[in-house]
């Protein structure tokens, strides 16, 4: 692999291991400990790694969705929605899971994001957002899922809290 290609493969990096739903809790994982992560699964009380999770079917709805109506709604977001010029894919989707990789159009940095919606815990989503490289990412994990909220909110999606 040859000068720029090598640029663009080292700052990629690689796919962490952890993804995915963690079995023992049932949860996303924790955001280690640089400040380039935002979580659900993160305690309320770390204000560097917490946001609040997403509910698709708050009360006062209109016309409540079912979960495949909202992952639809969701991956519309995804795909429309780019505040940090990262360039969205989805990598991988289940009946209860999605998981995008954001890929910046400079150096090609990557950035997986994850979202669950859990079993049990009603119209709930849930989602952790993380730059595979470096320490501090500028807030950019958290400014993309603040720019994905607020375009859900939209189609009649809440959070919990703003972040």
């Not at 946001?51 to 969701?74: C, D, F, I, Q, T």
């Not at 989805?90 to 919606?117: M, P």
């Amino acid at each position: 692999m040859g000068g720029l290609g090598f640029v663009f493969w080292w700052c990629s990096g690689k796919k962490p291991d952890y993804l995915g739903v963690q079995k023992n809790p049932p949860a996303l994982a924790l955001c280690p400990p640089t400040k380039n992560c935002v979580s659900t699964s993160e305690n309320i009380s770390d204000r560097t790694h917490y946001a609040p999770p997403w509910n698709y079917n708050p009360e006062g709805r209109k016309k409540p969705v079912s979960r495949e109506e909202a992952m639809e709604e969701l991956i519309d977001v995804i795909e429309s929605t780019t505040p940090d010029k990262f360039s969205p894919r989805i990598v991988e989707r289940k009946e209860d899971y999605i998981r995008v990789e954001y890929q910046s159009s400079i150096l090609g940095f990557v950035d997986d994001v994850e979202f669950w919606f859990p079993p049990g815990k009603g119209s709930t989503v849930e989602y952790r957002s993380a730059s595979r490289l470096g320490n501090f990412d500028f807030d950019v994990n958290r400014k993309r899922i603040k720019a994905l909220r607020q375009e859900l909110e939209k189609k009649g999606w809440t959070s919990q809290d703003t972040i």
